[in-house]
T-cell receptor, first 114, second 113 residues
């Protein structure tokens, strides 16, 4: 079974500052994928970034980077230079082994203050 | 390229009724997955379809069912609606089963009265 834990129900950050959203995971599968999604109040889930368990380098996508620490089973999302439009729920998720369903964490509500 | 579309966007039903939700994946995508999102349970996987076959099923009662058509469009059906079925139902498509990137639609918000 896979499990995702997001311990921060809410986070606040000032515009233009960087913020780290925490995510830890648990799985017995040697091969797995880690994802971050953004969900604005409209409800749509927006894919942000993906990290494979065998990827040697941390994934980056524009202002998003994933701090992957395999030994600690953590996959934190770093958003640089926060913008007001980044205010949303952020979900960490994973797939593993032959099971391609996404297992989600509870989410972190990020608020960017002007 | 058009994204994932879901219809209807909003739906109000009463207990005991049944409902059918529709999802059209991104053109060329053959895998469609369905998720239920509620404030209490969060996001939970319902089922996945690939090439008209159910490949994966979550832990939901048999009242929840789905199917996929030859054009990859998918429908999910909930029979004998209960108050607890009120949720945002999200559909995600990917190029093939097991493909890493899943693209979500805007969701259908179902309210059961």
């Amino acid at each position: 079974a896979q499990k995702i834990t997001q311990t921060q129900p809410g986070m606040f950050v000032q515009e233009k500052e960087a913020v780290t959203l925490d995510c830890t995971y648990d799985t017995s599968d040697p091969s797995y994928g880690l994802f971050w999604y953004k969900q604005p109040s409209s409800g749509e889930m927006i894919f942000l970034i993906y990290q494979g368990s065998y990827d040697q380098q941390n994934a980056t996508e524009g202002r998003y980077s994933l701090n992957f620490q395999k030994a600690r089973k953590s996959a934190n999302l770093v958003i640089s230079a926060s913008q007001l439009g980044d205010s949303a729920m952020y979900f960490c998720a994973m797939t593993g082994g032959s099971n391609y369903k996404l297992t989600f964490g509870k989410g972190t509500l990020l608020t960017v203050n002007p | 390229k058009a994204g994932v579309t879901q219809t209807p966007r909003y739906l109000i039903k009463t207990r005991g009724q049944q409902v059918t939700l529709s999802c059209s994946p991104i053109s060329g995508h053959r895998s469609v997955s369905w998720y239920q999102q509620t404030p209490g349970q969060g996001l939970q996987f319902l089922f996945e379809y690939f090439s008209e076959t159910q490949r994966n099923k979550g832990n939901f009662p048999g009242r929840f069912s789905g199917r996929q058509f030859s054009n990859s469009r998918s429908e999910m059906n909930v029979s004998t609606l209960e108050l607890g079925d009120s949720a945002l139902y999200l559909c995600a498509s990917s190029f093939r089963t097991g493909y890493n990137e899943q693209f979500f639609g805007p969701g259908t918000r179902l309210t059961v009265l």
